[in-house]
């Protein structure tokens, strides 16, 4: 029987498994495989504790994970969260996992007494787009963003 998925902190020993699941991440983004650098990324922020990292557990195992990174709103004059990264393994979707994942970043936000949670996903991405919608994410029709590469 399957258990109920677990949310939690990361801790330094899900460094190996938050690799692996980074990895995955990014070659979702269609970056090549590179399993070191998902990791050594994955410790650097746990070591740093320069972002909040959730992982879901199910059955004992890492079944997904999100990343937030504080930063500042100048119009709201707040803090906020950027919500960057979402992903629930592949073996480990339909089951709610993502869901709960949101669910507890929004928790982890209120408690930690930031006014708004920010989000980027591919205009392709439309399974998560239902899931944020579903879950009262709004979609800024209002402004473009971009980005400048510089490395």
């Given at each position: 029987m399957t258990s109920p998925t677990?949310?939690?902190?990361a801790r330094p020993d899900d460094e190996a498994g938050l690799g692996v699941l980074l990895d995955a991440y990014r070659q979702?983004?269609?970056c090549a495989p590179d399993v070191p650098r998902a990791r050594a990324f994955i410790a650097e922020r746990l070591d740093?504790?320069?972002?909040v990292i959730l992982v879901a557990e199910r059955d004992g195992d890492l079944a997904?994970?999100?990343?937030?990174?504080?930063?500042?709103?100048?119009?709201e004059a707040a803090p906020i969260y950027v919500l960057y990264d979402l992903f629930v393994d592949p073996g480990s979707r339909a089951h709610g996992v993502g869901r709960a994942?949101?669910?507890a970043a929004a928790e982890r936000g209120r408690r930690d007494g930031v006014v708004r949670m920010d989000l980027?996903?591919?205009t392709t991405n439309t399974t998560?787009?239902?899931l944020y919608a579903s879950e009262g994410w709004?979609?800024?029709?209002?402004?473009?963003?971009y980005s400048l590469t510089l490395a």
């Open positions: 677990l949310v939690r902190d979702f983004y269609a740093r504790q320069d972002s997904g994970f999100t990343q937030l990174y504080p930063t500042l709103c100048t119009v994942l949101l669910r980027s996903t591919a998560a787009q239902a709004q979609r800024d029709d209002e402004f473009h963003h």
